[in-house]
């Protein structure tokens, strides 16, 4: 199983930018894809962005424009820059991990990390 750590989440001003990193216990080219989801309580978890494993990524219409994903393969880590943020941007942001276990497909979450945005 793909473990992974997502770390960076914080009380920031709307305007202001975040880095959110996702350090996963194998080498990110092996996965099938990786992608960041956000959750506000009583809302269901949302896809915020993904990058696949050849590099092609896709954004929520939300953020488009204004976050990126990528990643660093000799760290094992992905990141999500965010900029300009704004107050509902604020939720849990989860890391998941897409790849093979084996012959079955499988998929891995991180713990989350906080990200407030005040106005």
């Known amino acids: 199983q793909v473990h992974l750590v997502e770390s960076g989440g914080s009380l920031v001003q709307a305007g202001g930018s975040l880095r959110l990193s996702c350090a996963a216990s194998i080498s990110i080219s092996s996965l099938n894809a990786v992608g960041w989801y956000r959750q506000v309580p009583g809302k269901q978890r949302e896809l915020v962005a993904t990058i696949t494993g050849g590099g092609t990524t896709d954004y929520a219409d939300s953020v488009k424009g204004r976050f990126t994903i990528s990643t660093d393969n000799a760290q094992n880590t992905v990141y999500l820059q965010m900029n300009s943020l704004k107050p509902e941007d604020t939720a849990v942001y989860y890391c998941?991990?897409?790849?093979?276990?084996?012959?079955?497909?499988?998929?891995?979450w991180g713990q989350g990390t906080q990200v407030t945005v005040s106005s």
């Open positions: 998941s991990a897409q790849y093979m276990y084996g012959p079955t497909p499988a998929r891995s």
